[in-house]
Nanobody
Framework: QVQLVESGGGLVQPGGSLRLSCAASGSIFSCNVMGWYRQAPGKQRELVATITRGGTTNYADSVKGRLTISRDNAKNTVYLQMNSLKPEDTAVYYC??????????WGQGTQVTVSS
């Protein structure tokens, strides 16, 4: 079983940067895919970015070129570097671990607010 804890959220001005971290209690090698999702008020949760065990990445069109997902297997941590932030990036960001046999694990979420 994997437990995920996100950190790094906060308030930032438009055009600013934040780096989110997702620390796993177990080895992230147990996760076939790790990802970041977000949910804005009144909207459904949506995919932001994913990274496979082998390092292949995938991004939502709305964040391509601005957000970068990465992983540090030695630290069992996944990151989301967020640059050129926009007000529409405001949401609760959730870390996800997908295991083929066990399914999905989720963190508790971290709030990101982009506002002047």
């Amino acid at each position: 079983q994997v437990q995920l804890v996100e950190s790094g959220g906060g308030l930032v001005q438009p055009g600013g940067s934040l780096r989110l971290s997702c620390a796993a209690s177990g080895s992230i090698f147990s996760c076939n895919v790790m990802g970041w999702y977000r949910q804005a008020p009144g909207k459904q949760r949506e995919l932001v970015a994913t990274i496979t065990r082998g390092g292949t990445t995938n991004y939502a069109d709305s964040v391509k070129g601005r957000l970068t997902i990465s992983r540090d297997n030695a630290k069992n941590t996944v990151y989301l570097q967020m640059n050129s932030l926009k007000p529409e990036d405001t949401a609760v960001y959730y870390c996800n671990c997908y295991n083929t046999f066990a399914g999905d694990y989720w963190g508790q979420g971290t709030q990101v607010t982009v506002s002047s």
